[in-house]
Antibody, heavy 117, light 107 residues
Framework: EVQLVESGGGLIQPGGSLRLSCAAS????????MSWVRQAPGKGLEWVSV???????YYADSVKGRFTISRDNSKNTLYLQMNSLRAEDTAVYYC???????????WGQGTLVTVSS | DIQMTQSPSSLSASVGDRVTITCQAS??????LNWYQQKPGKAPKLLIY???NLETGVPSRFSGSGSGTDFTFTISSLQPEDIATYYC?????????FGQGTKVEIK
């Protein structure tokens, strides 16, 4: 059974850094396209970043240069390093697996990141 | 950048009604368009991929159509359990982009 479990969210001050983790089971992270998607409170879904099985990475303009997606193949875990955090980064962050290219078939439960002083 | 415009932002319909949501891309995206359902407090669920393909296990009352810039998502007979917010999502080699969402309520 495919499972994705996020961790690392919390309250952080503006300008701070946070690293989110997504522990995967039931499949191999490095063989799949993996994404982070976020949802601000009461708002819609916003795609954040994707890492392809070949290692290429892409980002939404809103986080480019501040966020870095990566994976640890030995731990079968996906990460999102978030630097220079802003109030507008406050959201639930979902880890997601694309079972089909471009289409997310499995989602984690989400982890809440709150950026506030 | 490609922009996705989804409408309406909300709708109210009766059980058994046919419900239609549209999504328009700012440029030709072929059939690289998916539809998701999200219930409150839950992660989204993939319903339709590549514009018109029903994801495994999804009821047949859900359907999608379109290509190029104009896409349609349809619930043929609205059920109480279909109350949710629905999102279109475009993808290409460089990014994925969601529409603004459509909140579906029972009248």
């Amino acid at each position: 059974e495919v499972q994705l479990v996020e961790s690392g969210g919390g309250l952080i001050q503006p300008g701070g850094s946070l690293r989110l983790s997504c522990a995967a089971s039931g499949f191999t992270v490095s063989s799949n396209y993996m994404s982070w998607v976020r949802q601000a409170p009461g708002k819609g879904l916003e795609w954040v970043s994707v890492i392809y099985s070949g290692g290429s990475t892409y980002y939404a303009d809103s986080v480019k240069g501040r966020f870095t997606i990566s994976r640890d193949n030995s731990k079968n875990t996906l990460y999102l390093q978030m630097n220079s955090l802003r109030a507008e980064d406050t959201a639930v962050y979902y880890c997601a697996r694309e079972g089909r290219v471009g289409a997310t078939s499995h989602w984690g439960q989400g982890t809440l990141v709150t950026v506030s002083s | 950048d490609i922009q996705m415009t989804q409408s309406p932002s909300s709708l109210s319909a009766s059980v058994g009604d046919r419900v239609t949501i549209t999504c328009q891309a700012s440029q030709d995206i072929s059939n690289y368009l998916n539809w998701y359902q999200q219930k409150p407090g839950k992660a989204p669920k993939l319903l339709i991929y590549d514009a018109s393909n029903l994801e495994t296990g999804v009821p047949s009352r859900f359907s999608g159509s379109g290509s190029g810039t104009d896409f349609t998502f349809t619930i043929s007979s609205l059920q109480p359990e279909d109350i949710a917010t629905y999102y279109c999502q475009q993808y290409d080699n460089l990014a994925r982009r969601f529409g603004q969402g459509t909140k579906v309520e029972i009248k």
